[in-house]
């Protein structure tokens, strides 16, 4: 309650004194001003500065597709220095095929990430490269979560979650050499034999799912995990 300072400054009335000159000093204290340092105690600066440190900053990763295949070549070194000059913090790069770790706002939309670093690539580069954002926290998860072996152990990571419909296109993907796990965001693709020898090798997931995917081994998340987390 509000009140609770105004009473606890009244309370203390003096009526209470004994002997010669009680009264006098029950008057006095009724006459005296209120203590002020009963109403600088009330907590108001820990909510404040609660509230000030709700943006912390949040290690997020992104996931360049296409990046150093295919004739396309693009320097890690110069990937690192423009995202840090378009306001990235703590901007690293691990192995060439395309993953940034950096600091974003720990309020960060998934979604808005990606589309800035888009927009920085395609200033750099000229061409549209798709980004896929995940936390740190997120692909430590994922590599914790893939249990299973197998041959060859791929993480197809997805730019949005799949629809029924592309789930059920996706099962249809699966044969007895090749078994495909959805989780969330991505899905894994267990191979008894290395990729190149897959038939899925050949399979454009993209274009069968209908949305843009990149795929990192399971031991490049468990690194990136153990290196920067």
């Known amino acids: 309650m ?10 203390d009335s003096g009526g209470r004194g004994s002997g010669p000159g009680g009264a006098a000093r029950a008057m006095a204290k009724r006459k005296a001003p209120a203590a002020p340092t009963q109403q600088v105690k009330r907590p108001t600066r820990p909510e404040q500065s609660h509230r000030s440190g709700s943006k912390a900053a949040e290690k997020m990763v992104a996931f360049l597709r296409g990046v150093n295949v295919g004739g396309r070549v693009h320097s890690m070194r110069s990937i690192a ?7 990235l913090g703590n901007v690293e790069t691990f192995l060439a095929s395309g993953n940034v770790v950096f600091d974003a706002p720990a309020d960060r939309d998934e979604a808005a990430v990606e589309h800035r670093v888009e927009a920085v690539l395609e200033g750099l580069f000229g061409c549209h490269i798709p980004v896929l954002a995940r936390s740190l926290d997120d692909v430590a998860r994922l590599g914790d979560r893939i249990v299973k072996s197998a041959t060859a152990v791929n993480v197809v990571l997805l730019k949005e979650p799949l629809t029924q419909e592309q789930r059920v296109i996706l099962q ?13 965001k991505e899905f894994v693709w267990y191979s ?14 993209d274009k069968k799912l209908g949305v843009p995917v990149t795929v990192r081994t399971v031991n490049t998340l468990r690194r990136i995990a153990k290196k920067f987390g």
């Open 2 to 11: 509000a009140g609770n300072a105004d009473t606890a400054e009244v309370d």
């Open 81 to 87: 220095h423009a995202l840090g000059g378009a306001g």
């Open 192 to 205: 008894a034999t290395k990729m190149s020898e897959s038939p899925l090798f050949k399979v454009a997931f």
């Open 172 to 184: 249809t993907l699966s044969t007895d050499a090749d078994e495909l796990e959805l989780l969330g």
